[in-house]
């Protein structure tokens, strides 16, 4: 498998160990196979069905996504998605299916306050600022001050007017000493689930790259959660199949912190987190926590835990 599909040896010797040798043969599969685009309407300017039937009008063929009603999957493209005159408008932002649930399943209302920590580009920030319909107060911090400006750019093509952008370090979040109702933290990671759009990343991360970003996302993450609000819920997500940068990062935070709960999601859209890997047992509500996988769910790879502040 690792001469055929051209992966370094560890990734597939861990992707065995945690989904067995026919899945993973499955997974990288289904990561030779192009994805399906997909794009997130933006219901501050317009309706699914209006843009449908402007988007139709220039030949394009969309599918309604099972999971989100403002969302399509685009079968047929006669226009390169990113120029024409409704995505120039903003009434819509190109984005992966499963990047658009961390920000449903948050769930933001308007009379919130909401902070997205790692915002740029800003698809989940502008997915937030919608879902609270341009209300409440929505906080979009970066420390990456290049991706800052497309992140402004995005905000103002959308017609975002309820967020203020920081450039700043979200290892910092407390010194701002506000208390969110909700938080979305989509942990900077190996991007491990991108292989399917990106095939250099079957290379260029080490198990090194992997251990250093697993220090990162446990801080961000232990820093997120000390500026919830009782009751408030943090989301958890990354684009990585990972368990170094997904379960095992929560395991290791929420083992010693007992006001916070994993909470199960309305709705399965993916698999159930695992519970047990590389001979480790986790804590038992990880199996709250969602998986996708390629070969499973023909998305990248992508991974959500909700977690919640006890009242």
């Known amino acids: 498998m690792v001469k055929k599909y051209g ?9 065995i160990d945690f989904l067995g040798e026919h899945d993973t043969l499955k997974l990288l599969e289904a990561n030779e196979t192009p994805l399906t685009p997909s794009i997130r309407v933006n219901t501050l300017k317009i309706t699914p069905e209006q843009l449908k039937t402007r988007l139709e009008k220039k030949g394009f063929q969309l599918e309604r996504v099972e999971w989100i009603s403002h969302a399509f999957k685009v079968k047929k493209e006669t226009l390169n998605l990113g120029s024409t005159h409704e995505y120039l408008k903003g009434y819509y ?93 989509d942990a900077p990671c190996t991007g491990e689930g991108l292989i399917r759009i990106d095939k250099t990343r079957k290379k260029s991360k080490k198990m090194s790259h992997l251990k250093k970003m697993n220090t990162i996302q446990k801080t961000l993450l232990k820093e997120g959660l000390s500026c919830l609000k009782k009751g408030g819920h943090l989301i958890y997500s990354t684009c990585s199949i990972a368990p170094e940068e997904n379960e095992l990062v929560i395991n290791a935070i929420l083992k010693n912190q007992p006001n916070f709960k994993i909470e199960k999601i309305s709705k399965q859209y993916g698999v159930e987190g695992l519970t047990s890997v590389y001979g480790e047992t986790l804590l038992p509500d990880l199996k709250h926590a969602q998986r996708f996988y390629p070969h499973v769910h023909d998305t990248i790879g992508f991974f959500i835990c909700l977690i919640r502040r006890r009242s």
């Open 93 to 185: 932002y190109i984005q992966n299916v499963t990047s658009m649930l961390p920000s449903l399943i948050l769930n933001p209302r308007p009379n919130q306050l909401v902070i997205d920590m790692a915002a740029a580009p800003g698809g989940k920030g502008t997915h937030l600022a919608q879902l609270m319909n341009n209300q409440g107060t929505l906080i979009l911090i970066d420390r990456n001050r290049k991706r800052i400006l497309s992140l402004e750019m995005n905000i103002r093509r959308l017609g975002v007017t309820n967020a203020m952008i920081l450039h700043q370090d979200s290892i910092l979040l407390s010194k701002l000493n506000v208390m969110a109702d909700k938080i979305l933290l």
């Open 7 to 15: 992966y370094l040896e560890y990734m597939i010797k861990r992707y």
